[in-house]
């Protein structure tokens, strides 16, 4: 649920171009952003093994690193189009992957069994 409002505030951003609204935006994605990495760290954690963990989750950490050195460029690339399209590319991309990860809840464990 958080990636979907993760990705309708990011659509709400440029819709709204006042100051006054931009704040209260992202204020509420200040919020909403902080939930999706520790979750996505607890999944991780708790379908792997002990032994796989440090693995799966340097994996993760390094999908994290590769999207925070490739989105920038990307995104200087589509503000050619307009300073709207990384937002919109980027609200619509994040709740595709929201309802993705919506759809794969079921194959994963949430809580560990002693």
Same mark, same amino acid.
Request: net charge positive; no cysteine; proline share 6%.
């Given at each position: 649920?958080?990636?979907?409002?993760?990705?309708?505030?990011?659509?709400?951003?440029?819709?709204?171009?006042?100051?006054?609204?931009?704040?209260?935006?992202?204020?509420?994605?200040?919020?909403?952003?902080?939930?999706?990495?520790?979750?996505?760290?607890?999944?991780?954690?708790?379908?792997?093994t002990q032994?796989?963990?440090?693995?799966?989750?340097?994996?993760?950490?390094?999908?994290?690193?590769?999207?925070?050195?490739?989105g920038p460029?990307?995104?200087?690339?589509?503000?050619?189009?307009?300073? =709207?399209?990384?937002?919109?590319?980027?609200?619509?991309?994040?709740?595709?992957?929201g309802y993705?990860?919506?759809?794969? =809840?079921?194959?994963?464990?949430?809580?560990? =069994?002693?």
């Amino acid at each position: 649920m958080s990636l979907l409002a993760r990705g309708v505030t990011f659509l709400l951003i440029p819709t709204f171009p006042y100051l006054t609204a931009f704040l209260i935006i992202i204020t509420i994605f200040g919020f909403v952003n902080s939930f999706p990495m520790p979750l996505i760290d607890s999944i991780l954690s708790l379908n792997s093994t002990q032994r796989e963990q440090g693995e799966v989750l340097g994996i993760n950490a390094a999908y994290l690193s590769i999207s925070n050195a490739i989105g920038p460029p990307i995104s200087g690339l589509l503000v050619s189009f307009g300073y =709207k399209f990384p937002f919109w590319i980027t609200g619509v991309l994040t709740i595709f992957t929201g309802y993705f990860a919506f759809t794969l =809840k079921s194959n994963f464990k949430s809580e560990r =069994k002693n």
